[in-house]
């Protein structure tokens, strides 16, 4: 299959995934294409770079943390809490394949291949929860730094 098709395939259904869950958890009708917006962008970056071969941990670490900046932009900008949009956008990044075979291996008994898959699973989890993390640090430094240093100009 040709890159291109790859591309308009990925960013088609993580922005159909973003906006169907939106839809599921009523968000509001003003904030869904920046929703989808959001979850496309943030599963783009983690597709680039896991197919660049760097990992799973820091495609989601990465994915995450574009998420998170995107959210609190574009909940600046709507005037929307920033769950609006961070919740449907995390949704292509979630690891639902592992959690399954997770369970289906505690399910047949073969304790070591699930434990094995709860701890990719447990990895990404973690990795999406820092990359959100560190997007709300690095967004708060950025404004309360900009905040200073206006006050400070101000004050000259």
């Given at each position: 299959m040709p890159l291109w098709l790859e591309i308009i395939i990925n960013v088609a259904f993580s922005y159909i995934a973003s906006v169907g869950f939106a839809l599921t958890i009523?968000?509001?009708?003003?904030?869904?294409?920046l929703a989808g917006v959001s979850g496309t962008i943030g599963w783009m970056v983690y597709w680039f770079i896991s197919r660049a071969g760097m990992g799973r941990m820091l495609s989601n670490l990465s994915g995450a943390f574009v998420i998170g900046i995107l959210g609190l932009f574009?909940?600046?900008m709507k005037k929307c809490p920033v769950t609006v949009f961070n919740i449907p956008a995390l949704v292509p990044l979630v690891p639902g394949v592992p959690a399954y075979?997770?369970?289906?291996?505690?399910?047949?008994?073969d304790i070591f291949e699930a434990e094995a898959s709860i701890l990719r699973v447990a990895i990404v989890t973690c990795a999406i929860a820092l990359g959100i993390l560190?997007?709300?640090m690095v967004t708060e430094m950025f404004y309360r730094s900009k905040r200073f240093y206006r006050q400070r100009r101000n004050r000259l």
């Open positions: 009523n968000v509001p009708r003003r904030a869904l294409h574009f909940a600046r075979q997770a369970v289906r291996a505690l399910v047949n008994g560190l997007s709300t």
